[in-house]
């Protein structure tokens, strides 16, 4: 990724800006890290793109980059050092099971929706309050500075939601429903 430097750790987020997907509170976090050598690099775009972009310039944020949309997401999933989800609220976070199938470690604000279900705590990703700037900042400084085991992380999402076995599991449901 020509974005991506090897003086940096390399974070990033994707997602609709909107409010729904809280990049305004990454920022803030991002505000706690602006000593360090991490840079933000966020996927997408939406309404709110010209707030947040005001926000990172305002919060003076030149460890922050917007990226707009990518037609290949999983090449800057797979060559990222963390993934974060930064959501207020979510459904079932797709990006989440897409990350880890990319090998990519993940932190995930500690949000309503389906984040537990596909975090396995310590082994995939982990979950933190972004309501909390400071723990979240220190959480993405000390997960950018460890290794993660790709293949662990990759077999944690495909062993539970493979096609084959929620295709499985619709079965299931739908013979009991005859």
Known sequence: ????????KNVVAIGNLSQRKGFDLLLTVFEKLKEEKIKLFILGDGADKGKLIE????????????????KNPYSYLAQADLFVLSSRY????NVLLEAGVCGTYALAN??????????????NGEIASIENPELFAERIKILC???????????????RFSKEIILEKYEQVFDELQ
């Not at 990724?1 to 940096?8: L, T």
């Not at 926000?55 to 949309?69: A, D, P, R």
């Not at 500690?110 to 082994?123: A, S």
Request: glycine fraction near 8%.
């Open 90 to 93: 979510e459904g079932f976070p």
């Open 145 to 159: 500075q460890q290794n993660f085991d790709k293949n662990r992380i990759q077999k944690s999402i495909i062993s």
């Open 110 to 123: 500690n949000c309503p929706g389906g984040i537990n279900e596909i975090i396995e705590e310590k082994v």
């Open 55 to 70: 926000q990172k310039e305002k919060s003076e944020l030149i460890n922050v980059e917007f990226l707009g949309n990518k």
């Open 1 to 8: 990724i020509k974005e991506f430097s090897s003086e940096f």
